[in-house]
């Protein structure tokens, strides 16, 4: 019995569809130790956008730390703090013309929506929070109050409450307009709905599912969110930081939404960081009111710096992870056709696509038989039937193309 079996907990999830001792990890591979090497189409749930040890960002790291650079800070001031921010100020917030305040809420992406909701209560004196259906924002009560999953909201052990979830972009029939419940539940005093602070909602729904909101969805529920005076908090951790293509997936709406929530790869290296970007004029914490040890975790700023000046001071990453996302989405498109009985359905924006097929039971048989093949890949949706395929976006086109390939074989043999 392996170490892992006898003393790790029964919680642990990954290493049982991936049941191999991982060593080494370069760009989009992960070698076993064996030697054995699996195309990551996994990403660390989109931690690693910019790939397992990318040099320029493990250059960075090494000569920080090589020169005693501070690792752990609370939220002192240091200068891989500073330069963080700067460049953060730089290269994302002007010039996208967007005007936040940067607060540093802990580690991970649940702290940042734990932050969020917060905030949003004590900004508007309000309890409830609007969230949509599939919804994930983390594994913490508050988060876990926004989220969708029953499984998962199960593991709370005390009610989850605060929460109102509406109908995400398409849930109804697709003829439903828009917003007709929340809208008419907003304007009727009578509805019985407690006014919400804020509405927090992803733009791709990664766990969720790989569910889509439309750009103009989204710009709808904008103009609901300032009409009826709620906050719009967009939960950008698994999406934001080129997942979809531009630097934040609310960027091809034309939104601007209050708060915004960011973790995952914005730490650049697969560190640990996490941002909740606020409004200025609703910055209304007082000095310590929201804490935490690992908000300051100096590595964690110096490679998300250095990815920020490598990838993101002009826009060839987001025209490649467009290009990329295409051939993705174009080779689904052709394993669809090629299983028209089958009914599978391709799904994504950018590089976080998906393969929906009929059940969990299916989607899971091809990740199992994609990983016999060499291919890291999950489930997601709220019956695991969604296959998802979520790559580096330094992926090359070969890579892309082999992985790929992967898929229709193991699509092939499950389906045959
Ligand atoms: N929000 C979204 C959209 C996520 O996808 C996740 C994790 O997958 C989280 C929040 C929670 O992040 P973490 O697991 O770092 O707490």
Redesign the pocket.
């Known amino acids: 019995m392996s170490v892992f079996t006898k003393l790790e907990s029964e919680v642990r999830s990954y290493s049982r569809g991936w049941p191999v001792t991982f060593d080494r990890g370069v760009g989009s591979v992960l070698h076993a130790e064996d030697g054995t090497p699996y195309l990551d189409f996994f990403a660390g749930?989109?931690a690693l956008n910019y790939g397992h040890n990318n040099p320029v960002l493990k250059k960075a790291v090494i000569d920080y730390i090589e020169r005693d650079g501070v690792t752990h800070s609370l939220d002192m001031q240091t200068v891989a703090k500073r330069d963080f921010l700067e460049t953060f100020d730089e290269k994302v917030l002007k010039q996208r013309e967007l005007d936040y305040k940067i607060m540093f809420p802990g580690p991970?992406?649940?702290?940042?929506?734990e932050a969020a909701l917060k905030l949003a209560r004590k900004v508007t004196g309000r309890e409830s929070i609007v969230n949509f259906t599939n919804a994930?924002?983390?594994?913490?009560l508050g988060?876990l109050s926004v989220t969708g999953n029953s499984m998962k909201r199960g593991g709370a052990g005390v009610p989850l409450v605060h929460a109102t979830p509406m109908p995400f972009d398409n849930y109804l029939d697709g003829q439903t307009p828009d917003f007709l419940w929340f809208e008419r539940l907003l304007d009727d005093s009578g509805s019985g709905l407690n006014e919400p602070a804020a509405v927090i909602v992803?733009t791709v729904q990664?766990?969720g599912g790989i569910n889509v909101a439309r750009v103009e969805w989204l710009r709808a529920l904008s103009d609901l969110c300032k009409r009826h005076d709620m906050l719009l908090i967009v939960?950008d951790?698994?999406?934001g930081c080129g997942r979809t293509g531009p630097f934040f997936s609310f960027e091809a709406a034309g939104i601007k939404p209050d708060i915004v929530?960011l973790?995952?790869s914005i730490g650049g290296y697969g560190l640990p960081l996490?941002l909740t970007l606020l409004r200025p004029d609703l910055d209304v914490w007082e000095p310590g009111e929201h804490n935490g040890t690992f908000r300051g975790i100096n590595p964690a700023f110096v490679a998300s710096t250095a990815a920020l000046n490598e990838y993101w001071g002009d826009d060839r990453l987001e025209k490649s992870t467009l290009a990329k996302g295409e051939q993705v989405q174009r080779v689904m498109t052709e394993i669809a056709e090629a299983h028209p009985e089958h009914a599978l359905k391709p799904k994504g924006r950018g590089l976080a696509r998906g393969l929906q097929f009929v059940d969990g039971e299916t989607a899971s048989a091809v990740c199992g038989a994609a990983f016999e093949r060499g291919l890291l890949m999950e489930t997601s949706g709220p019956d695991g039937e969604v296959a998802k395929v979520m790559p580096p976006l330094t992926v090359t086109d070969d890579e892309v193309e082999r992985g790929m390939g992967i898929l229709a074989d193991s699509v092939a043999t499950v389906l045959r």
Do not use: L, P, R, Y
């Open positions: 749930a989109g991970a992406g649940a702290n940042a929506v994930f924002h983390g594994m913490t988060a992803e990664g766990e939960d951790v698994q999406m929530c973790s995952k996490a």
